[in-house]
């Protein structure tokens, strides 16, 4: 089987994910069609000789509705042969397009596939996708789970609460997110990685979400998000310590990596910058539904052959901070090796970008700092997680 090996990564950088935010004047589609175009400009690939396009989004409504990703590559202006396909696993939804485009190139289908993702939060806010009054799961789910699934911000709660995380440590892994972000940005490890969108109010180069001066104190200042008094009653042992200061923001974003076999790579004498390594997906619990991390991990590593203390670098998706914190618990990793530029409590979440956007933050991670391996781990909505290993080359 051939190996498969990322060869160029880029993302935008993230907006604030509302009406007024940096890229809330920039139509989704354009948005990954800027990114698209720094992938194959970065490269210097022909475009024409990529397989297929694989995209993540998961609000696929409105401005998002069609194939995003068809419409992406074509407004980038790269030839109409190429084909492209949008994929939704949720928040995890453009690192399962990772996962596509790579297990493609080792089984011989491609020679050159872009993975990619892109949610712009504030033109398609969450949930668009899901009609008032519908119900999305049917009267079998129902059955299932007669008491109900809960939101994700509960299950960040009823996680919290089984794992005896507070809201201190929650308030305390989200200031230091936020620290790292901006001390990244200061030290210029995202200029490799950004590339700075022109809007109609002028360029974007920095992730708007990003807050220097956030402190554990400033956040305890915040109000939790999901208090209710219907899950207080069904949920006694919750302590309502989540905010929107220990959570991931809503954001505007996309992200884009080329993936190549390492035979490819050599012939149009393009540079890996990391091996695709190992893959795992999992289920969970879909009423705690953001677990699934710790059995992804110990799947993946499993996979690889490896342990944990042979990972020099992890991304853990920041979508709540107890998420993170529940993780590391489980697994005894390095806090310090762990989403060593921030993460998405700081940097942002634009969901089908998020996946792409880590991964690309992971592999100039690893150059900059000379790590041989690497993990991604992501939650996702419905009891689901991705992860995976990368291998510096």
């Not at 022909?46 to 590559?73: F, H, K, S």
């Not at 020099?312 to 709540?320: G, H, I, K, S």
Request: with cysteine.
């Amino acid at each position: 089987m051939r190996d498969a090996v990322i060869v160029e990564a880029v993302r935008t950088p993230i907006g604030k994910g509302k009406p007024g935010g940096a890229l809330s004047t920039v139509h989704p589609v354009e948005l990954l069609a800027h990114t698209l175009r720094a992938l194959v400009t970065r490269s210097g690939i022909d475009p024409a000789l990529v397989d297929d396009v694989i995209g993540g989004c998961v609000d696929q409504v409105g401005e998002q509705a069609m194939n995003t990703t068809r419409y992406a590559w074509l407004s980038a202006g790269f030839p109409d042969s190429v084909p492209a396909t949008t994929v939704d696993r949720q928040c995890g939804s453009s690192q399962q397009a990772v996962h596509f485009a790579a297990q493609g190139v080792m089984s011989g289908a491609y020679d050159l596939v872009v993975a990619c993702g892109v949610e712009s939060m504030s033109r398609v806010p969450m949930w668009s996708n899901v009609p008032k009054g519908a119900d999305v799961f049917g009267p079998g789910v129902a059955a299932r789970y007669p008491e109900g699934l809960v939101p994700q911000g509960v299950s960040a709660e009823l996680i919290a609460a089984k794992w005896s995380i507070g809201r201190e440590e929650m308030d305390a892994f989200a200031a230091a997110s936020h620290q790292k972000a901006a001390q990244a940005h200061r030290d210029g490890q995202f200029d490799a990685e950004i590339a700075p969108v022109p809007t109609a109010w002028g360029t974007v180069a920095m992730d708007e979400s990003v807050r220097p001066t956030t402190t554990p104190e400033i956040l305890a200042g915040l109000r939790p998000s999901f208090a209710d008094p219907g899950f207080a009653e069904r949920f006694p042992q919750i302590e309502w310590s989540v905010t929107a200061g220990n959570s991931s923001p809503v954001n505007d974003g996309a992200s884009a990596v080329l993936i190549t076999s390492g035979e490819t790579a050599a012939r149009l004498g393009l540079r890996p910058l990391a091996r695709l390594h190992s893959f795992a997906v999992t289920g969970s619990d879909p009423l705690l539904m953001l677990t699934g991390v710790v059995p992804a991990t110990e799947k993946v590593l499993r996979r690889a052959g490896l342990g944990l203390g042979d990972i020099d670098l992890f991304e853990v998706n920041e979508a709540f901070a107890s998420v993170v914190l529940t993780w590391l618990q489980e697994t005894g990793a390095d806090p310090a090796r762990v989403n060593v530029n921030g993460g998405a409590i700081a940097l942002g979440h634009p969901l089908g970008a998020s996946g792409a956007r880590l991964m690309t933050t992971l592999v100039h991670a690893m150059r900059q700092r000379g790590a041989r391996y690497a993990l991604q781990t992501m939650c996702e909505a419905g009891g689901l997680a991705n992860a995976t290993v990368l291998e510096a080359l």
